[in-house]
């Protein structure tokens, strides 16, 4: 037999309560008549405490009474046949007019004492549980209605009262033993004293009732059916991937929901727990989902955390002083001061250098404390062995949960290290030695940052979610959106790694989605629902989300994001560039960039600077971070002059291949930056300054291979023309080449610290003679590799190997 408790969300229309029906039915037909404990309808014991009040000021509470009386009326006239319908009205009515001479009393006289404020309250259950009885009668044939005020003693602690255990169970058993197999229904929450006055049993009061009658009887299970599917791993509210746990222990119950996840309040549960019944958590509105099981043989250890609690707001007092090192009984008043003036303690920590202890409390009791604090330790503050008190406020604690954490290495560390990640400060820090608990103190404006975090973090099943912020839907920016969408499903699946693009602008429009745009019409998203691009205020609201592992993506050609990307990292966001302009500016610069990144623990990639998608600036970073030594770097990284020559022959001019050039997307914005050599001038300062060495533009010797009057052009449709009317010199240098059964290559070196780029005529000796269509070469020579170099060679430009580039970036972003 069980006890199947239903909340006031159950109980709240006709919906719900012909929902309960159907779940007694199967309960009845599966294992018998269970025992059920009800709550009051969904907000009318707010409703009764505000009658209450009204009537205590002498305002006129007529207007709640009659909402009071036409939400049980409905259910009956929607619910009951009409012959059953007129005893239950006349019943219900003689509780409203009781009630109703009750608060004229409360009315007459101004006051409201604790003691008729319960009397009030239990209107509420009585009404709700004769309610549903009623119903229950016309499907089973037969329900008894027990009034928990001739079942449940209490002392006369109004408000809160306190149940004797003994005496009630014994009340309840003797109830039982006169209506065995039953279908019985008894008002939660109520309660009397020995007087046989009405009390109440406080927060969480209907469980609690539905424990002591599950203790009582010995009950196979208690069953709490309410509106969620159960005990969920974090805050629903904040975390949308948090999902309900299958099973749990009593503990971790206890640890759970004692912050935030406010299923069930688990001290109510205590008479359960002690006789080891099982509880279960059902959703009213979902029954087919089994719930979860709280239960003291937990056998569930999927995951190493169960779940993250968390505390919205709290306060905190640090203690501190060099008085108090080495000296006992200092904590001992400190606590002894706080709990005899009922400031409930959440949270304690202490150094072992003893020099200070910190502790939290509910913001409204953290003024208190402090002048309590001001007053025992008057003498110590005037000799300034201890130092003033100071509230520290708008914080939060996260707390992650879990028996299986006992005795497991690194879970601190997952912790840890996703908050540091994210650039969420700890302040504080408490693990007691039962290991079920590590809680942290972190600022309230990033608890659903790390919430998030957390959760990502111990829920391997995803490891990471990428929220990613882009700048340029052009030709780069627009096929890492196509290659995001054609990809997403893949990489969560197979790698755990779910990506939302949250954020993306160009230079016209920009647009946002905290869950994630829908890339796939992207002229929709900008053009017709998007706002006028604003940088200033793309960056604002990208550090006002404080989402976790935000990344920013810079797919532009502009110098105006560079100058930002100090303050990205300095919000705790990653940098994800495949514009070169940043790393190849001033050198300062460029150590900057990366002194900000290392400093906030964030990610710094830009693969696509040099060669695209080709695998250079991590083959360079894995050499030096291993040792290695760059002796030379040869090089052809234009992507453009290298389809230029490779496609300048017979009887196609030089226009032209330039022009094929930037229709198949290998060019800069603007070809000039690319024909004037420019381009490759910065990735082979980018590859220089990866190599240790600082140099800057004006150090690179760049053999021009433009006329100047192509240089000169003020457009590129001027540049075109200049090119045009050229077509005698480029035609020369081709004939030349030709004539010696070699081809042009324009070729960068590093050596000795000094970088040249050169326009050079090769044969088929030569180790860049075989190259087609837009291929980079790239050979570094090293310490290591000094016999034969170690070659990276292929399709060094055009926008489907750059996005790929781009997109491995985003992805290794916290690897
Ligand atoms: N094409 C390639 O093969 C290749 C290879 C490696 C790197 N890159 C780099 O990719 C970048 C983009 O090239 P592309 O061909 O996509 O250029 P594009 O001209 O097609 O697109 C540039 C985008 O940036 C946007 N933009 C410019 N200024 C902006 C600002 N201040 N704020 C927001 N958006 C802004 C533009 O509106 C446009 O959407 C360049 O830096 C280029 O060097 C290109
Ligand atoms: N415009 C560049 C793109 C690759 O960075 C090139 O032609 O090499
Ligand atoms: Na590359």
Redesign the pocket.
């Known amino acids: 037999m069980k006890v199947l408790k239903f909340g006031g969300t159950s109980v709240g229309s006709e919906k719900s309560i012909s929902a309960i029906i159907e779940i007694l039915k199967q309960e009845t037909a599966d294992n018998g008549s269970p025992v059920v404990v009800l709550s009051a309808m969904g907000g009318v014991t707010n409703l009764l405490s505000t009658m209450a009040s009204k009537a205590a000021s002498g305002e006129s509470f007529t207007q709640y009474l009659a909402e009071l009386q036409n939400r049980h009326f409905d259910v009956v006239k929607a619910l009951l046949d009409v012959p059953r319908q007129n005893p239950v009205f006349t019943r219900l009515k003689l509780y409203f007019n009781e009630l109703e001479d009750i608060l004229q009393g409360i009315s007459s006289l101004r006051e409201l004492t604790p003691r008729i404020n319960d009397l009030v309250l239990s209107y509420g259950e009585r009404c709700s549980t004769l309610l549903v009885s009623k119903i229950a009668e016309q499907h089973f044939g037969e329900a008894i209605f027990a009034d928990a005020t001739e079942l449940v003693r209490t002392d006369s602690n109004f408000g809160q009262a306190h149940v004797n255990t003994s005496l009630s169970e014994m009340l309840i058993r003797d109830f039982y033993q006169q209506h065995t197999s039953k279908l019985i229904f008894v008002t939660g929450f109520i309660a009397s004293n020995e007087e046989g006055r009405i009390t109440t049993l406080g927060r969480g009061g209907s469980d609690y009732t539905a424990a002591l009658i599950g203790s009582a009887l010995h009950c196979e299970a208690i069953e709490i059916w309410t509106d969620v599917n159960g005990m969920m791993t974090a805050d629903p509210r904040m975390v949308k991937k948090a999902f309900p746990l299958e099973e749990l222990s009593y503990t971790e119950a206890m640890e759970l929901s004692y912050f935030g996840a406010k299923v069930i309040y688990p001290p109510t549960m205590i008479p359960a727990f002690l006789k080891k019944i099982p509880i279960v958590i059902r959703n009213t509105f979902q029954p087919e989902f089994p719930g979860t099981v709280i239960r003291h043989d937990c056998r569930d250890a999927k995951h190493n955390i169960k779940g993250i609690s968390s505390i919205n707001e709290i306060s905190l007092l640090n203690l501190q002083g060099s008085g108090m090192v080495g000296k006992a009984g200092f904590s001992g008043r400190l606590f002894s001061l706080l709990a005899r003036e009922q400031i409930n303690v959440i949270l304690i920590t202490q150094s072992s250098s003893e020099h200070s202890i910190t502790f939290a409390v509910k913001p409204s009791d953290a003024l208190n404390a402090r002048k309590l604090i001001e007053r025992e330790f008057e003498l110590e503050l005037e000799a300034k062995k201890i130092d003033l008190p100071v509230i520290e406020e708008s914080l939060s604690i996260l707390a992650i949960v879990g028996e299986n954490m006992k005795e497991t290495p690194g879970i601190s560390g997952t912790l840890f290290q996703a908050l540091g990640r994210n650039g969420v400060n700890v302040r504080a820090i408490a693990q007691g030695s039962s290991e079920y608990n590590i809680s942290v103190i972190i600022s309230r404006h990033d608890l659903a940052k790390a919430l998030n975090a957390v959760h990502d973090a111990f829920y391997t099943d995803l490891k990471k979610t990428l929220n990613v912020f882009c700048l340029g839907t052009g030709n780069i920016g627009r096929t890492l959106f196509r290659q995001i969408g054609e990809h997403r499903d893949f990489l969560q699946k197979q790698n755990g790694i779910l990506i939302k693009v949250i954020g993306i602008s160009n230079s016209r429009k920009m647009a946002f989605n905290e869950e994630g745009l829908n890339l796939e019409n992207l002229q929709e998203i900008l053009f017709e629902s998007g706002e006028d691009a604003d940088l200033d205020l793309f960056i604002s609201r990208m550090k006002e989300m404080n989402l976790p592992n935000a990344v920013f993506v810079d797919n532009t050609a502009s110098a105006l994001p560079i100058s930002r990307y100090a303050e990205v990292f300095s919000s705790n966001i990653s940098v994800v560039t ?1 514009n ?1 302009i940043g790393n190849s500016s001033d050198y300062a610069q460029y150590r900057n960039f990366r002194d900000l990144a290392h400093k906030h623990g964030v990610d710094f990639y830009y693969e ?5 998608g080709l695998p250079i600036i991590r083959t360079l970073k894995d050499l030096m971070m291993s040792g290695d030594r760059v002796i030379c770097i040869e090089a052809i ?7 230029i020559f490779n496609n300048f022959k017979g009887e196609t001019s030089f226009h032209d291949v330039v022009k094929l ?1 930037q229709e198949k997307g ?3 914005p603007d ?1 000039r ?2 024909l004037s050599g420019m ?2 001038m910065r ?1 082979m300062l980018i590859l220089a300054r990866d190599a240790g060495h600082e140099l800057e533009q004006s150090d690179i010797r760049i053999q021009n291979i433009l006329p100047q009057s192509c240089l000169d052009a003020q457009s590129v449709d001027e540049f075109y023309a200049e090119l045009l009317a050229n077509n005698d010199y480029f035609e020369q240098i081709k004939k030349e080449a030709e004539a010696n059964g070699k081809v042009l290559r324009y070729i960068g070196k590093l050596e000795d610290g000094k970088v040249a780029i050169t326009l050079q005529m090769v044969d088929d000796t030569h180790a860049f003679y075989m190259l087609s269509g ?1 291929d ?1 070469i790239i050979s570094f020579t090293t310490d290591r590799y000094k016999d034969r170099p170690l070659v990276v060679k292929g399709p ?3 926008a489907e190997v ?1 996005a790929a580039g781009v997109f491995s970036d985003i992805v290794n972003v916290g690897a």
């Open positions: 495949c070169k696509t600077n040099v060669g695209a990284l234009s992507g453009t002059i290298s389809f050039a290998f060019t800069e070809p930056d690319d381009d490759f990735k837009s980079n060094g430009a055009g750059t």
